[in-house]
Nanobody, 125 residues
């Protein structure tokens, strides 16, 4: 079974950058996603990368976050630039083998069945 391991979280000041990594151990999924959950809030979709290279971002994050993958497709990245205090959250990578995950504009967490343990990102003002 596919396993995911995130790393790269930390604390930065507003305006700074971080790059999260998610190592994949196992067979490649249809979609890979990044999600985040702030205290007291629902888990929300951040970005998505499909096996064919299609990318999708939550509207409020466009232009600041970039999702990518290494050539071997063993590691998923999330480059986060111009970070804001409201980006503070636990960030999770997730994988989906459901074709529904490839719908245009889809970032629904219920389409993802495999999750990493999460990595904390804290942005101070």
């Amino acid at each position: 079974q596919l396993k995911l391991l995130e790393s790269g979280g930390g604390s930065v000041q507003a305006g700074g950058s971080l790059r999260l990594s998610c190592e994949l151990f196992g067979y490649g999924p249809i979609c890979m996603g990044w999600f985040r959950q702030a205290p007291g809030k629902e888990r929300e979709g951040v970005a998505r990368l499909d096996s064919d290279g299609y990318t999708y971002y939550a509207d409020i994050l466009k232009g600041r976050f970039t999702v990518s993958q290494d050539d071997a497709k063993n590691t998923l990245f999330l480059q986060m630039d111009n970070l804001k205090p409201e980006d503070t959250a636990t960030y999770y990578c997730a994988a989906s083998f459901f074709s529904a995950c490839r719908q245009a504009g889809d970032l629904r967490r219920e389409n993802y069945g495999i999750w990493g343990q999460g990595t904390q990102v804290t942005v101070s003002s």
